[in-house]
């Protein structure tokens, strides 16, 4: 038994290296607010341990850790009977578009404002796929959806960030 809680242990422990980061990342984009994303990531991994210490099988850590982390922010919001969408202002978006390059800049600050003009649900999709590198697989599980029926929302999501980031004569604005 204490070799199972030792490898368990250690299993958690290589995850909270692994994924806290990014854990924080998820939660911030989604509070907008450094001090709570914080509070949530580290509940995230207090409510994973303690689903692996009741017997929880975890398969993925990943997959699982932003299962929680998508409930803990769910959580959050409604207990603040706030919509989080009122707290995803330009500061968030404007941070993330730092660096050396003012040119790539201004193309992912172009891109992250109109990646605001979409539905949540849509957003949600395409930061866990192409900002957090998420496989189409690992996203069915967290939104407790079939991989199809993620796949098809997928799709149209990129589609309609296309045509909001298309200018009216058709060329690409980025």
Avoid at 132 to 159: D, F, P, Y
């Amino acid at each position: 038994m204490k070799a199972d809680n030792d490898k368990m242990e250690k299993t958690f422990l290589r995850a909270y290296e692994d994924y806290s980061d990014a854990i924080f990342r998820f939660c911030y984009y989604k509070t907008n607010d450094r001090e709570v994303a914080k509070d949530l990531a580290q509940e995230t991994f207090v409510k994973t341990w303690d689903s692996i210490r009741a017997g929880k099988a975890v398969n993925n850590f990943k997959v699982f850790l932003y299962f929680v982390a998508r409930n803990t922010v769910i959580d959050f919001w409604r207990k603040k009977k706030s919509i989080p969408e009122s707290r995803l202002e330009e500061d968030f978006f404007e941070t993330v578009a730092s660096g050396e390059d003012s040119e790539m800049d201004a193309e992912i600050s172009l891109l992250i404002l109109n990646m605001k003009k979409l539905e949540n649900s849509d957003r949600e999709l395409i930061t866990l796929r192409f900002i957090e590198g998420l496989g189409i697989k690992e996203i069915a599980t967290i939104l407790n959806e079939r991989e199809n029926t993620v796949s098809v929302r997928m799709m149209r999501a990129v589609e309609r960030l296309k045509k909001i980031t298309m200018g009216p004569d058709g060329n690409n604005k980025i």
